[in-house]
């Protein structure tokens, strides 16, 4: 058993050597802490490229590597038996080492460092020192913590790299915003495949209104999930019947809500990863192609990004063109409609009578199978006083109710709407009596 474990871990250490002969890969093999099985590291050790760590099962592997066509070396995390380098963290993305002389280190006043050939920190875990006699230890859930030496722990890290994520959220990482300080944490995508550096897209869950998972470029946002509703997000199409299961928001009712997932079958491996284009996708891992699949993407279609169809317009994926006016809305600016440029949205055509006292009554027009707007405000209530809700008060402007959610109204103008064909929620929109009967 161990002389294989030793096999085994020598050629793993060697695979990050292209051009390793024997002499190197013996060297690396006898070297103290490389290539030893070790998952810690204790003050004053330290790991020295191309040695790593690995954890307890084998499962992650923490090392330094070069990303696709890039010669520069980073510190980072990835799964130990997936043939295909596959980085779920980075240490010193904004600071590569340009040669092989790095080291990885516990410091005296008990962070992590890289260090690159000349001892200057390129990057530290930065945590505020009272306590000496730290380890640092990569688990099998691929996070890398950093203990108190007296700690026996019960969960609570000194540091976490799951707190401090890169571009990929894996099982039993938890993506947590606090609702009173709005303290996010965020994926970051990489500038490039070759290129970990921070990228224009982030993405997490957004705490103002209801909270949803929200994909930004720069502070724009790109994509929305939708709410929650304690089973989907009730934003993404034929999310209950497909993908996603094992994905859930967790609001834990002390300020914090968080996205978490993790899958009951244990041999699937799985990575949401937010990519350089700002995509977030899942990744799944094909054990008989030895390969990585595709099993979900957020942006699918054009209709998927964000606010396609400006205020008050509806995009639907099947239709030509995708974009088009709510029902009682006409285009704000029709040559720019009409040649695709939909962006400043739609107008309403006829006034509602909500403030007038004469006049036939205001109405609501039921849309099917909707990604329901962004922005709604919400109330815990029943759903017949929804609509009463709404209808008595002259700023609302729609209404949608969702078991699990509550009542969401809407006064402002409605944005990112979807119409969907097979999944979706209605969505109740206000219009003056004369519209109510039109069919177009
Ligand atoms: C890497 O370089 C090769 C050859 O120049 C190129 O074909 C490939 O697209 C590059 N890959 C990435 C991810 O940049
Ligand atoms: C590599 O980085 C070191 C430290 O930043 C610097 O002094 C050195 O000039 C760099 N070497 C090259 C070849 O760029
Ligand atoms: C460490 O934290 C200090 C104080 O928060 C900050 O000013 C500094 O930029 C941080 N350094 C790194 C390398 O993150
Ligand atoms: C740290 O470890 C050293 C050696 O094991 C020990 O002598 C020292 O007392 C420890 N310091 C603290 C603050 O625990
Ligand atoms: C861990 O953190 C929780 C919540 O912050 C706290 O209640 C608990 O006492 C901590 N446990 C330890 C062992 O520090
Ligand atoms: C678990 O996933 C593996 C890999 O995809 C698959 O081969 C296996 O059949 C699954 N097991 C169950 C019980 O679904
Ligand atoms: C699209 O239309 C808006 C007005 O709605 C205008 O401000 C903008 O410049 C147009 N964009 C392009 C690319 O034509
Ligand atoms: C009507 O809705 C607006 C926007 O939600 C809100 O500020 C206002 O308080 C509401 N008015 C009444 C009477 O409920």
């Known amino acids: 058993m161990k002389d294989v474990s030793y096999v085994m871990e020598r050629i793993s250490c060697a695979s990050f050597m292209p051009r390793v002969d024997s002499i190197i890969v013996l060297i690396c093999s006898l070297s103290f802490y490389a290539c030893s099985g070790n998952d810690m590291i204790k003050k004053p050790e330290s790991i020295k490229d191309p040695d ?10 923490l090392g330094f590597f070069s990303p696709l066509n ?37 410091s005296q006043n008990g962070n992590l460092q890289v260090l690159n050939g000349k001892n200057e920190i390129v990057w530290s875990s930065n945590v505020s020192s009272t306590a000496f006699n730290r380890t640092a230890q990569l688990l099998d859930t691929g996070n890398l913590v950093i203990r108190e030496a007296d700690d026996t722990n019960n969960g609570n890290f000194t540091w976490e790299s799951f707190k401090h994520p890169s571009n990929s959220f894996i099982a039993k990482m938890k993506l947590t915003t606090n609702l009173v300080t709005m303290d996010k944490q965020l994926l970051t995508s990489w500038k490039s495949p070759s290129d970990p550096s921070f ?11 209801i909270p949803q998972v929200y994909i930004w470029d720069g502070n724009k946002p790109h994509w929305r999930s939708g709410p929650w509703n304690g089973q989907i997000f009730i934003g993404i199409p034929d999310m209950s019947s497909a993908y996603l299961d094992g994905v859930s928001l967790v609001d834990d009712q002390d300020g914090i809500v968080y996205m978490t997932y993790t899958y009951a079958n244990k041999s699937i491996i799985s990575v949401y990863r937010l990519n350089y284009r700002g995509n977030l ?68 055509r006829s006034p509602l ?26 109330a815990s209530i029943e759903e017949s006083d929804c609509e009463r809700l709404c209808f008595q008060n002259c700023s609302c402007m729609a209404y949608a109710y969702n078991i699990g959610v509550g009542c969401m109204s809407w006064s402002v103008p409605l944005v990112d709407i979807q119409k969907f064909s097979g999944s979706g929620f209605p969505l109740f929109v206000r219009l003056a009596y004369s519209e109510l009967g039109i069919v177009n």
């Open 281 to 348: 996708m899942e990744i799944e891992w094909n054990y008989e192609l030895n390969k990585w699949q595709v099993t979900w993407l957020a942006q699918n279609t054009e209709c998927d990004f964000y606010g396609k169809c400006g205020p008050f317009g509806i995009c639907n994926s099947q239709a030509k063109p995708i974009c088009s006016c709510l029902r009682g809305f006409e285009p704000k600016y029709i040559k720019e409609w009409n040649r695709g440029n939909w962006s400043g949205g739609c107008v309403r």
């Open 353 to 378: 009578n909500c403030d007038r006292s004469s006049g036939k009554r205001d109405g609501f027009l039921k849309l099917k199978m909707i990604k329901i707007p962004d922005f709604a405000e919400y």
């Open 70 to 106: 890039s010669t520069n070396r980073y510190v980072g995390i990835w799964y130990n038996d997936i043939s295909d380098l596959t980085v779920i963290w980075v240490a010193n993305r904004d600071n590569p080492l340009n040669d092989s002389s790095g080291i990885f280190s516990m």
């Open 52 to 61: 790593s760590i690995t954890s307890k099962s084998s499962i992650f592997k």
């Open 199 to 209: 990228g224009r897209f982030s993405a997490g869950i957004d705490p103002l209104g």
